[in-house]
T-cell receptor, first 115, second 115 residues
């Protein structure tokens, strides 16, 4: 079946502009995660959605970052007033349920470059 | 807070050799999960192997096995009979057994398998 998809695959934007990154999880997966991978770094957790529960936003680095998940499926990560330090690969993952036994399936990521 | 450390930024071995990637972590939790993920140039993270901390037996998946030393908080990955397709970034990751469902990643090890 189809895996996690993300769009766009690459995005170049000017400093100060807003950007939206999209994630389509695997159908039926109730949990959705966003991570950020800066150049030469490991992945950093941003936000987590599980069903109808309030999202875990503990990883969002500033109030310029927000995310929503509509209808329990597609998610959009929005970065307002982008800064150069926001340049990174943004990865989305989904899982059938929660916990360490529920494998997180990752998408190919969106590479964001802020000029 | 949990931290994961991978002390080998890069490694290189010849095809068919065995290679071991190191990972240490810090946590006050007693139960948790540990993972190794592979990230090829396509950027898509792929789960290689998972270990549940409450299981003493080391996990194995075909040519991949782990050496889990709970007291030492060490979780190394051994790749036997390495293949060219094993060339990738490898990330060690931690997840709590209960509570926050996020993965905490190490900085990664870039592994190159040479023909």
């Amino acid at each position: 079946g189809a895996g996690v998809s993300q769009s766009p695959s690459n995005k170049v934007t000017e400093k100060g502009k807003d950007v939206e990154l999209r994630c389509d999880p695997i159908s039926g997966h109730t949990a959705l995660y966003w991570y950020r991978q800066s150049l030469g770094q490991g992945l950093e957790f941003l936000i987590y959605f599980q069903g109808n529960s309030a999202p875990d936003k503990s990883g969002l680095p500033s109030d310029r970052f927000s995310a929503e998940r509509t209808g329990g499926s597609v998610s959009t990560l929005t970065i307002q007033r982008t800064q150069q330090e926001d340049s990174a690969v943004y990865l989305c993952a989904s899982s059938l349920s929660t916990g360490g036994l529920a494998e997180q399936y990752f998408g190919p990521g969106t590479r964001l470059t802020v000029t | 807070a949990q931290t994961v450390t991978q002390s080998q930024p890069e490694m290189s071995v010849q095809e068919a050799e065995t290679v071991t990637l190191s990972c240490t972590y810090d946590t006050s939790e007693n139960n948790y999960y540990l993972f190794w993920y592979k990230q090829p140039p396509s950027r898509q993270m792929i789960l290689v192997i998972r270990q549940e901390a409450y299981k003493q037996q080391n996990a194995t998946e075909n040519r991949f096995s782990v050496n889990f030393q709970k007291a030492a908080k060490s979780f190394s990955l051994k790749i036997s009979d390495s293949q060219l397709g094993d060339t990738a970034m490898y990330f060690c990751a931690f997840m709590k057994f209960r509570g926050a469902q996020k993965l905490v990643f190490g900085q990664g090890t870039r592994l190159t398998i040479n023909p």
